[in-house]
């Protein structure tokens, strides 16, 4: 029997933080809930969990602040943040400092749990069989899509479920747009309440791993008005 998923809920409403304890253990999901940042940090070096779902506005370490932390120490567990505000820059901010996606307050509880469903499906399904796609040189790194990393020297990065997803769309077709829409799909898929912005962040994200001058990137381009372009050093670049 397949073992049910592990959730984080990181919310210092104690009556928001037991109503999501209370649904998501009642669709069958294991629940470790948590009123700051510094609990779960503590608590993630006994019992990892395959899902965050956290606030931005925490006491001590925000939200924000724990995201970022687990992003610049190579974690990719997925992470939805949670906040009361909903200003299109607030989710950007979010985004790039490496969320999968970004829920505003007030919001459905169905909402939520289809969204949380969406990222853990999306992750049982990214990694191909080693034999499907070959290793793709960019650069300095190669992509080993089969282990879903970047390999530079004895370097490996793993990359979290949209960075993959972005990428190995990208190297499919060197050399050719790709529309950001489409991007978006193969990235967040069952998920339309995510901006196509969400796709710049994370193409960002890349970029700054991968290009030595990531405001000019040789690697991963920007096609005008349409969406991006990987670059092999095969390819000669155009505008």
């Keep these: ?86 200003d299109e820059v607030d989710r950007i901010v979010g985004l790039e400092m490496g969320a999968d996606d970004y ?54 990065r793993v990359l979290n479920m949209i960075e993959y997803a972005l990428l190995a769309e990208l190297t499919e077709s060197p050399g050719l747009p790709v529309t950001r829409e489409r991007l978006l799909a193969v990235s967040h898929a069952g998920n339309d309440g995510v901006l196509l912005r969400a796709v710049d962040a994370a193409i960002m994200r890349l970029r700054r791993m991968l290009e030595p001058d990531p405001a000019s990137p040789r690697y991963i381009q920007t096609v005008r008005f349409h969406g991006y372009m990987f670059v092999p050093h095969s390819v000669v670049s155009y505008a």
């Design 103 to 156: 829920v505003g307050k007030p919001f459905s509880t169905r909402e939520l749990l289809a969204r949380a469903r969406a990222i853990l499906r999306r992750g049982a399904l990214v990694a191909p069989p080693s034999d499907v796609k070959k290793s793709v040189r960019i650069g300095e790194y190669t992509f080993v899509p089969a282990s879903r990393s970047l390999h530079r020297g004895q370097e490996v």
């Design 1 to 86: 029997m397949k073992h049910p998923h592990h959730l984080y809920v990181v919310e210092d409403d104690q009556a928001l933080r037991q109503m999501l304890s209370d649904y998501f253990l009642k669709q069958g999901l294991e629940l470790t809930a948590m009123g700051s940042a510094e609990e779960m940090f503590e608590l993630m070096g006994r019992s990892r969990p395959d899902l965050i779902i956290m606030d931005v506005t925490l006491p001590g370490i925000s939200g924000l602040q724990a995201c970022q932390r687990l992003r610049n120490a190579g974690d990719h567990i997925p992470i939805i943040l949670l906040t009361a505000r909903n």
